[in-house]
């Protein structure tokens, strides 16, 4: 495991030992890295995050802080994703003392190059398209296709703005 110890000691944080960290990886306070998780270079993990199981998170790849990541996950290279964000992954989430579980994990798919803005909720099964733009506080329900931009409650896909790349419409 190689990994920067950013901006406190490592007890301030939960790592599992099994997590493989790429060249160059940041983890901020308080963050957790469950089981199996693999990292590429120079991704940073903000403060209070939560990455889940077996997920894998591509390189140059920002996590801001408060961010919550299911188990299985999948995440592209030079993606950022903003603060407060919530991935789900179970479409009627229950808990039951008398039977089994009726757990059916969707863990997200997010392709390379995606921006998703602080206090997005991404539904469970959703897979954001390579170079998609999400809304700040948008509730994402399904996939949102490739170099698109989607806001709102419903997210609904809207037209980029003819400024630069950079600027929400």
Same mark, same amino acid.
């Given at each position: 495991m190689t990994f920067e110890i950013a901006g406190a000691m490592p007890a301030n944080r939960v790592i599992d030992e099994t997590a493989h960290f790429g060249f160059g990886c940041a983890v901020w306070h308080f963050a957790v890295v469950l089981r199996d998780v693999v990292v590429g270079n120079y991704v940073s993990i903000g403060a209070h995050a939560e990455i889940?199981?077996?997920?894998?998170?591509g390189d140059r790849t920002r996590i801001s802080n408060g961010v919550? *990541? %299911?188990? =299985?996950?999948? #995440?592209?290279?030079?993606?950022? #994703?903003?603060?407060?964000? &919530?991935? &789900? =992954? +179970?479409?009627? %989430?229950?808990?039951? *003392? $008398?039977a089994p579980s009726q757990y059916h994990a969707e863990p997200p798919i997010v392709e390379d190059f995606a921006s998703i803005g $602080?206090?997005?909720?991404? *539904? %469970?099964g959703v897979r954001i398209g390579a170079r998609?733009?999400?809304?700040?506080?948008?509730?994402? &329900?399904? +996939?949102?296709? $490739?170099e698109t931009h989607?806001?709102?409650?419903?997210?609904?896909?809207r037209a980029l703005s003819t400024q630069s790349a950079r600027t929400w419409a």
């Open positions: 889940g199981h077996r997920s894998v998170i919550f *990541l %299911p188990s =299985d996950s999948q #995440i592209g290279c030079n993606v950022f #994703i903003g603060p407060g964000v &919530t991935f &789900t =992954d +179970d479409r009627h %989430p229950v808990v039951s *003392l $008398a $602080a206090g997005a909720v991404i *539904l %469970p998609a733009r999400i809304g700040a506080g948008a509730v994402v &329900t399904k +996939d949102v296709p $490739a989607v806001r709102g409650e419903p997210a609904r896909m």
